[in-house]
């Protein structure tokens, strides 16, 4: 067949530069994002997948986003958890080019001059820290911990919308305490173990004075901080910065929108109301009390009195059941360490279940299989559907498999973990579980902290996103029982989620951009869906320009 009539061809035009000759002549009508898949797809290792990807988005972040964008529940567990954990493990080992910045201890008394070496400079817009000491449920990565700060804007820039070049990974290199990591040659931090609070404060406030004065439009998001330094630098900085802690905060307005779904389906089978779910956290760190924190302060806006609130909740560590009368309790513990219970301490999870009777169990412990199929039985044998929702990433910490938990329950769970799980065929039936990630939430809260120019980023903006989320169920989607919405549709509800906040910024008076305000709802949102950044490779024939904005 004469090539002038097949395949249509869309030759190079005239006058192109020299270079274009390099690029095949019928190239142009094939489509690029599907020979990437088909590359992506040929590997058959995470990591190796990792690599590609993060290849190809430096090679042409345009094509990269698209394929993402078009592709998101085969990408995200690549770029995020669980594959994102063996990249930041690995990531001395598999490290090619530079993808973001790093701040060390030794760059101290310099960090300003050292901040203003990021090319896009005061038009950052966002920036994911870490200082490496808390990766997922991994532990200490030191200065591998760069990818989690890295994957996290991915999905500000999908998820939300926010232009790559807006965007700033951060990795404080402050040392590290595991041992392998020091002795490794290839490892590419500061060869010396973390160092103490005074001098991490001092380091952490010069750090954040020198962002503030080099990028002043700049959101910060804390992440994977260890614990007791997550509590501290959040509420350090909270009031003086815009920034926020994601594995606090966002986890907590995640957890909160789940549970608030999940207590419905669980009430419509049990005729309890919400006032009388009591939920049992097996985990007490960041993520464990600022979710514990988040449904305290839901139930006091129901109407509930802080004790009453504080009564239906239950939280567990390592030691067992948490107790006030405890010896050397952390200090984050104590606020819900339990003052009505005086017998033997309950070290056994099935003990406490016997003696709390939760109607939901939150796991946040990095304990791989922690919910047995003696714990899972035992919630289901005293509720009609129980609410499991085992949190901790990446998969290979989850406290139970999805399969394990319909099975042991026979389908009644109502289900939502941290990483993702594939659907489940049960007795003919399809089961689909949720996952509670708050990858749902931080791409919605920095988008209406960066949008509404909020100076800081309050309480009610956490719980307003939380709430935006857990209403934004399809009528399909709450027929399937989900709890979360479809991850398909994250743009969308980063929009409403950002329009929430905005509209909590303003109603606390954090907002400087005050235009917002005369916007109606709908034209809040048409607002905000229009500042979405889209992207718009050419190398293929449907490549179509469009405005790139936030
Ligand atoms: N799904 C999400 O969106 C999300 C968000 C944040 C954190 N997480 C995950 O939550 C996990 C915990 O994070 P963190 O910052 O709170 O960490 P952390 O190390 O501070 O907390 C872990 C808690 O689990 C407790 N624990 C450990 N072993 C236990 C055992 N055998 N029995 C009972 N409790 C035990 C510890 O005492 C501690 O209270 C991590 O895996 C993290 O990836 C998930
Ligand atoms: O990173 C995630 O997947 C969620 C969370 O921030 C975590 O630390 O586990
Ligand atoms: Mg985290």
Avoid at 173 to 199: A, C, M, Q, S, W
Avoid at 492 to 513: K, P, T
């Amino acid at each position: 067949m004469p090539s002038s009539t097949y395949p249509p061809q869309k030759s190079l035009a005239p006058g192109l530069a020299p270079s274009s000759a390099r690029i095949p002549p019928y190239f142009l009508n094939t489509d690029h994002r599907q020979r990437c898949l088909a590359q992506l797809r040929s590997k058959h290792d995470g990591l190796e997948k990792y690599i590609y990807l993060n290849g190809l988005k430096e090679r042409d972040p345009n094509l990269f986003y698209e394929v993402l964008l078009g592709n998101m529940l085969e990408i995200i567990p690549i770029l995020y958890t669980p594959t994102v954990g063996d990249a930041c493990s690995r990531y001395s080992h598999i490290w090619r080019r530079p993808e973001g910045l790093y701040v060390s201890i030794e760059n101290k008394g310099a960090i300003r001059q050292l901040l203003r070496t990021w090319p896009a400079g005061p038009a950052s817009r966002i920036a994911v820290v870490t200082d490496g000491s808390r990766i997922l449920g991994l532990g200490d990565l030191g200065a591998n911990g760069l990818p989690i700060s890295i994957g996290k804007l991915d999905l500000y820039i999908a998820g939300a919308g926010i232009k790559p070049s807006s965007t700033l990974p951060i990795c404080l290199d402050l040392g590290t305490n595991t041992e392998k990591f020091l002795d490794d040659p290839l490892y590419i931090g500061v060869r010396r173990k973390r160092p103490g609070v005074e001098e991490m404060d001092a380091f952490m406030k010069e750090f954040m004075e020198a962002m503030k004065e080099v990028f002043p439009s700049l959101l910060v998001q804390f992440e994977d901080f260890s614990t007791d330094n997550a509590f501290r630098y959040l509420e350090m900085f909270r009031y003086q910065y815009r920034c926020f802690n994601d594995d606090i905060q966002g986890t907590g307005a995640v957890v909160l929108s789940g549970v608030l779904n999940a207590a419905r389906l669980s009430s419509a089978a049990s005729g309890k109301p919400l006032s009388e779910h009591k939920i049992l956290f097996f985990g007490a760190g960041s993520a464990g009390v600022g979710v514990a924190k988040q449904l305290l302060s839901f139930f006091t806006l129901q109407g509930m009195s802080v004790e009453e609130a504080k009564s239906r909740i239950y939280t567990v560590d390592s030691k067992g059941l948490i107790t006030s009368d405890r010896k050397g309790l952390q200090e984050h513990k104590k606020f819900f360490a339990r003052t009505d219970y005086d017998g033997p301490p309950l070290t056994k999870l099935t003990d406490i279940i016997d003696y709390v009777k939760p109607t939901a169990l939150l796991g946040l412990s990095t304990m791989r299989n922690a919910f047995t199929e003696e714990v899972v039985k035992l919630m289901a044998s005293i509720n009609a559907r129980p609410i499991i929702f085992p949190l901790s990433n990446p998969v290979s910490l989850c406290e139970v498999d999805y399969h394990d938990a319909i099975n042991w329950t026979n389908g009644s769970v109502i289900f939502a973990s941290g990483s993702p799980y594939p659907a489940v065929e049960f007795e003919g039936k399809v089961y689909e579980p949720g996952q509670g990630n708050n990858m749902y939430i931080f791409p919605g809260i920095g988008m209406g902290a960066i949008l509404s120019r909020a100076r800081h980023i309050t309480d009610a903006m956490v719980e307003q996103a939380s709430i935006a989320l857990s209403s934004s169920l399809t009528e399909e989607e709450e027929t399937s029982d989900l709890v979360y919405p479809r991850l398909a549709r994250i743009r969308d509800l980063s929009a409403r989620i950002a329009l929430a906040v905005i509209r909590a910024a303003q109603a606390d008076n954090v907002d400087e951009n005050s235009l917002l305000r005369n916007l109606s709802d709908l034209a809040l949102l048409d607002y905000i869906k229009a500042k979405q950044w889209q992207p718009c490779s050419t190398h293929h024939a449907n490549g179509s320009a469009k405005g790139s904005r936030l």
